[in-house]
């Protein structure tokens, strides 16, 4: 493949921040939004007749393929302020589209507000008739959202005050944190500057010095921004409670299970099976402090790799092994894959600015997919690499596949295709291996196992309770969220990692303030297992797996995965996925007693 591109390539939306083009694109957003409001504003045959009411969905379908409510300039800008995240220019052009798109997304909001409003006799009347037959999962989806609906107004005002009573905290946040920088000492003696996402990573540097070096500098800057990152989260926590409060939720995940299409049955399921084994979690980090010779593991330490990997992974070879493992499952994953390298849809290194870690977004169907990594040449910036192609392939299948309202995966869904593909990788990698190579990629792969399940299970337990405390008592001080924090880390990680130095790594941690997103690293994994299993027995189910991952939000999670054997509401689906884990924590621990490691 041609990897020259290592930047995005955002051509295909514009040219440059001051393409004429912006302007045209701006116009063109808001004639199509105003052609859809003047058509069917003023109207209410839709609510009763079902084709006038698939007329009515077209034109929302077609609208919502092309433009939605921000067209090319929200994305665009939006992807160059992850690029740098500290330009003043950027954010605010990215705010001035924020507000556009709000905009629009009040003059248009009537029609999905009216007809989830509909009569539950109604309701049921275009559910069953064949002429609505391709828009059946939007509307199911939209009608059980009816009861937490406010009035056209209200919805208007929860939407306008969404960015400063909650965006805006969290990216003032991310940016000051963005900005920070340390000069460490490396391996090599040499002392150099590192960006705040470079020091996360050499939290983990094979080197003792180094490390403790990076976490002393990472725990200083999360210090300076302790009173921020306190109003900060007590701000959005209390915009929370009061959305949930005018809304009528009963619980404080419960808006995340109705947006995701999940039981909430489901979730409870999954984490009360996750809580129920941190033994299993707990014996994987006393086995690693064995192994790593150590009594106790340092908190920045728990990722701690063991043995010796000492091959680094350029970019190339990173790219050539997930080819060659995409080329293995499917020829059209590793289409897809060559698209993504060669067109610029992958943002390669880090640099001072820019978003940390790593992600793969996509808006509208129409819209190119972009991955954004910080590459450092370790095997798990490999493993991120085909972990954030999972997403994009899904995305790309998902776009073949399905219309403008069906475009999208459920967060219950969303990160099943990426732990699908990176497991495979990482099997690639230790397949050729010898004993001890085995054993240390084996742990490898434990750790990444514990970071989705254990560890994310762990933090949702957090959520749940930091709402609950928030609730309780109005204002949550930096010392409580620390002490929360600690609690629910120490509860998954055991006496075999001190918690000494971890009361503050909530600060950053990002996924705390998308609400109650993470229960989907462990369902995704867990179900993944399943797939990778079905798939090495059958080689024919990568059309099955194919299917699913081009299904979109066309079915609930549950019927998605009914349909592949698997019923995410019966806890011992769970369970099954739990026993998997432990029996490659006792593979690697009959492993190390083989090589008298312990």
Known sequence: MNISKTKFDLSPLFSSDDDPLILIDRQQTDEACRAFVNKWRDRDDYLNSASILKEALDDYEAWQDKYGTGGAEDYYFWLRCQQDENDPQLKARYNQMTQEANRRANEIAFFELRLAKISV??????????????????????????????SEAEEKIMNLKNSTAYENWVKMLSGFLAKEEAELKLADGSLQVKSFSEILELNYDKDKEVRDGAALALNNILRRHLDTAEQELNSILADKKVNDEIRGYQRPDQSRHISDNIDTEAVDALVKAVSGRFDLSQSFYNLKARLLGMDRLAYHERKLSYGNITKKYSYTEGVALVAEVLKGLDSEFLEIFQGFVEQGAIDVW???????????????????TYILLNYTDALRDVTTLAHEVGHGINDELVKKSQHALDFGTSTATAEVASTFMEDFVLQQIVRDADDELKLTILIEKLNDMVGSIFRQVALYRFEQELHSQFRAQGYLSQVTIGDLFTKHMSAYMGQAVSQDEGSNHWVYWSHIRRYFYVYSYA???????????????EPDFIKQIKTFLSCGLSKSPRQTFLDLGVDINDASFWQAGLNEFERLLNEATDLAKKLHKI
């Open 121 to 150: 006799g109604k309701q049921s009347e275009f559910l069953a008739t064949p002429e609505l037959k391709a828009y059946h999962s939007f509307l199911t989806n939209l009608f059980s959202k009816t009861p937490y609906l406010l």
């Open 350 to 368: 880090p640099k001072k600015g820019k978003s940390g870690g790593a992600f793969c977004v996509y808006i509208l169907k129409s819209q190119p």
């Open 523 to 537: 369902s995704g994994l867990l179900i993944s297992n399943y797939l990778q299993t079905k798939l090495k027995q």
